[in-house]
């Protein structure tokens, strides 16, 4: 049995990431990040600026491309997909639990 080891990492919301680090914090490879990015899945706080620096929460994102990329063997422009999808679940799941809250409780 393998242990899965995963480092954890402090984010705060003003943090920026350069490329380099989101390549060491998720393991996936500079260039498929860099594909990822062609293809709308991470987007670079000013993509103009040399180098790119992304912000906290695409740590997040690279770290799921990683665990779908060896868990489905995907090629960089299905797993964009499935991060865009992924992303979509997640926030629509965010505006399911906002409304659920607005209804009025019901009695036992």
Same mark, same amino acid.
């Given at each position: 049995?393998?242990? $899965?080891?995963? &480092?954890? %990492?402090? =984010? &705060? *919301?003003?943090?920026?990431? *350069?490329?380099?680090?989101?390549?060491? =914090?998720?393991? %996936?490879? @500079?260039? %498929?990040?860099?594909?990822? %990015?062609?293809?709308?899945?991470?987007?670079? /706080?000013?993509?103009?600026? #040399?180098?790119? /620096?992304?912000? #906290?929460?695409?740590?997040?994102?690279?770290?799921?491309? +990683?665990? !779908? +990329?060896? $868990? !489905?063997?995907?090629?960089?422009?299905?797993? #964009? !997909? #499935?991060?865009?999808?992924?992303?979509?679940?997640?926030? !629509? @799941?965010? @505006?399911?639990?906002? =409304?659920?809250?607005?209804?009025? +409780? +019901?009695?036992?």
């Amino acid at each position: 049995m393998q242990a $899965d080891t995963t &480092e954890a %990492v402090w =984010l &705060e *919301s003003k943090r920026e990431f *350069s490329l380099s680090e989101l390549v060491e =914090l998720s393991g %996936v490879p @500079e260039q %498929v990040l860099r594909e990822l %990015v062609d293809y709308g899945a991470l987007v670079p /706080t000013n993509p103009r600026a #040399a180098p790119w /620096t992304f912000a #906290a929460g695409f740590v997040v994102v690279v770290r799921t491309a +990683r665990r !779908l +990329r060896e $868990d !489905l063997e995907l090629e960089p422009q299905a797993l #964009a !997909l #499935a991060l865009t999808l992924v992303e979509r679940i997640r926030e !629509l @799941e965010t @505006e399911l639990c906002l =409304l659920r809250a607005q209804l009025p +409780r +019901r009695s036992p």
